[in-house]
């Protein structure tokens, strides 16, 4: 490996609810570099959770990647000419962006609807333990079970 390790960089809270756990949600729904359309459908989707809800929306999309968030996770390890599937405690920041990247795709896999809408019923879904994105998790955390007999590679 050359060179030395990118530092990490801090990022600014959004403008509405001065949350950086939002301004990365902003990111990652970004495309092409349109961050004023993505803010609108991050913006309109809390909206929506906090109609459909009757709660706070932060509250709501917190609870959201709590539940979503993985505790478990499978890397793939060559040991003698074979590959196996080793169980490992997952980090803080990357269960954070296991779940948003599983809460966007389960978002995206929906049709017709408009993204913050679509946003906004797969995160009421996920606040309540269900939908794609807990699936997902679930099948994880199910594969790391199944290869717990392998954990001693790691």
Same mark, same amino acid.
Request: glycine share 6%; hydrophobic share 40%.
């Given at each position: 490996?050359?060179?030395?390790?990118?530092?990490? #960089?801090?990022?600014?809270?959004?403008?509405?609810? @001065?949350?950086? /756990?939002?301004?990365?949600?902003? @990111?990652?729904?970004?495309?092409?570099?349109?961050?004023?359309?993505?803010? @609108?459908?991050?913006?309109?989707?809390?909206?929506?959770? /906090?109609?459909?809800?009757?709660?706070?929306?932060?509250?709501?999309?917190?609870?959201?990647?709590? @539940?979503?968030?993985?505790?478990?996770?499978? #890397? /793939?390890?060559?040991?003698?000419?074979?590959?196996?599937?080793?169980?490992?405690?997952? #980090?803080?920041?990357?269960?954070?962006?296991?779940?948003?990247?599983?809460?966007?795709?389960?978002?995206? /896999?929906?049709?017709?609807?408009?993204?913050?809408?679509?946003?906004?019923?797969?995160?009421?879904?996920?606040?309540?333990?269900?939908?794609?994105?807990?699936?997902?998790?679930?099948?994880?955390?199910?594969?790391?079970?199944?290869?717990?007999?392998?954990?001693?590679?790691?």
């Amino acid at each position: 490996m050359r060179g030395k390790k990118a530092p990490r #960089r801090a990022i600014a809270p959004d403008q509405k609810f @001065n949350s950086t /756990s939002i301004a990365k949600l902003i @990111n990652y729904v970004m495309r092409r570099g349109k961050k004023r359309t993505a803010t @609108n459908v991050v913006y309109q989707m809390l909206g929506m959770v /906090s109609e459909k809800s009757k709660q706070d929306p932060l509250a709501v999309y917190e609870q959201a990647i709590k @539940n979503v968030s993985p505790q478990l996770e499978v #890397r /793939s390890r060559r040991v003698g000419g074979a590959n196996y599937q080793i169980p490992v405690e997952v #980090r803080g920041e990357r269960k954070y962006t296991l779940a948003c990247r599983w809460i966007l795709a389960a978002a995206k /896999s929906r049709k017709g609807a408009p993204m913050h809408q679509k946003l906004a019923d797969e995160i009421l879904a996920a606040a309540k333990g269900e939908g794609n994105a807990i699936k997902k998790k679930e099948d994880m955390v199910r594969m790391a079970e199944a290869n717990r007999a392998f954990s001693h590679f790691g």
